[in-house]
């Protein structure tokens, strides 16, 4: 089992980064934890730059697992902050994206539910009408 040797990027370029945040911000929304996920990246906002040495710490043997390209493009990408805001900004788009429909109709529902109860408790508590006396 020979695996060619990967250089160490240094850079990521913007289409780069750009893909990278779009696969990734794809990823966490289409499993729904797109609240999740914001929450995570925002708790961590501050130790981006740590996260991102330590990724590459662990690089020699997260390449058995991923791919090293991409590995290094996203160890890249959260060490830049702009990248990192861009894609807690992203995840949150796609999620009022993706969910919207959802959303609709959870509200239609809940609103059928509140006009049945609304219904039920007139019938329950109607006045008897005086003209049938």
Do not use: C, W
């Not at 995570?40 to 730059?49: C, I, Q, T």
Request: proline fraction near 2%; charge should be positive; charged fraction near 35%.
């Amino acid at each position: 089992m020979k695996k060619e040797y990967n250089e160490i990027k240094a850079t990521i370029t913007e289409a780069e980064a750009q893909l990278m945040i779009e696969r990734v911000a794809r990823f966490i929304v289409e499993r729904h934890l797109g609240a999740a996920g914001i929450l995570l990246l925002e708790s961590l906002h501050p130790l981006h730059g740590i996260a991102s040495q330590a990724m590459y710490f662990v690089l020699p043997f997260a390449e058995m697992v991923f791919d090293s390209q991409k590995y290094q493009n996203f160890a890249l990408m959260i060490q830049n902050e702009d990248y990192l805001k861009r894609l807690i900004k992203r995840i949150d788009e796609l999620d009022e994206e993706l969910n919207r429909e959802h959303r609709a109709a959870a509200n239609l529902i809940r609103k059928r539910r509140r006009n049945k109860r609304r219904a039920l408790l007139k019938r329950l508590f109607k006045k008897e009408d005086k003209s049938a006396e």
